[in-house]
């Protein structure tokens, strides 16, 4: 069965404070291993789709790295506006499996 | 930007009330997804449709939940009756055709379902 962890569950950061939120996972045919930011209230927003260990992807402030057992986002030099949840999903078949999310503040 | 469209966004029912949600996926998209997310938690997904086919229902609730995209584009997910418990937001996604590497799932707004 597929398993999606991720952690930590909430992270507090200050502006310019660069981390990274981890996403363990184990899967029977990985199709591919999404990340989706979430305001409260709303749907997930697409951020990237990796597909193959040692695959990298960037966008503004975010990098999104695989490994066969895991992910990593990266968040360079944040700002409060990157504050929402991180979610993690996998793909087997063709359904994904998401993780609890990592909730992200970021203060000024 | 082309997006899914979702409604109502908010609705208030009280127990044992019937509702109903409706999708319209991104133009183009053949597979159309309906999950559920409780707070704090991750999307689950409940009914996968190819086109009008149904691909996955195995985790939807048949006894009270039923699903349908009739002419293969938009979608409607109905409860009935409605249980304390089916208070969560409910969102619809839409991908092309993951068979064809299309796996990249887009997702509407959501509605916030609150049964009282």
């Known amino acids: 069965e597929d398993q999606v962890t991720q952690s930590p569950e909430a992270l507090r950061l200050q502006e310019g404070e660069s981390s990274s939120l981890n996403c363990s996972y184990t899967v029977s045919g990985l199709r591919g291993l999404f990340w989706y930011r979430q305001d409260p209230g709303k749907g997930p927003e697409f951020l990237f789709t990796l597909y193959s260990a040692g695959e990298e992807k960037e966008k503004e402030r975010l990098k999104a790295t695989l490994t066969k057992k895991e992910s990593f986002l990266h968040i360079t030099a944040p700002k409060p506006e990157d504050s929402a949840t991180y979610l993690c999903a996998v793909g087997s078949g063709y359904a994904l499996n998401f993780g609890k999310g990592t909730s992200l503040l970021v203060t000024p | 930007e082309a997006e899914v469209a979702q409604s109502p966004r908010y609705k208030i029912t009280e127990k044992s009330q019937a509702v109903a949600f409706w999708c319209d996926p991104i133009?183009?998209?053949?597979?159309l997804y309906w999950y559920r997310q409780i707070l704090g938690q991750g999307p689950e997904l409940l009914v996968q449709f190819q086109d009008e086919s149904v691909v996955d229902d195995s985790q939807l609730p048949k006894d009270r939940f039923s699903a349908e995209r009739l002419k293969g584009v938009d979608s409607t997910l109905k409860i009935q009756p409605a249980e304390l418990g089916d208070s969560a937001m409910y969102l619809c996604?839409?991908?092309?055709?993951?068979?064809?590497?299309?796996?990249?799932?887009?997702f509407g707004p959501g509605t916030r379902l609150l049964v009282l």
């Open positions: 133009s183009g998209h053949a597979t």
């Open positions: 996604a839409s991908s092309l055709n993951p068979a064809s590497g299309g796996e990249t799932q887009y």
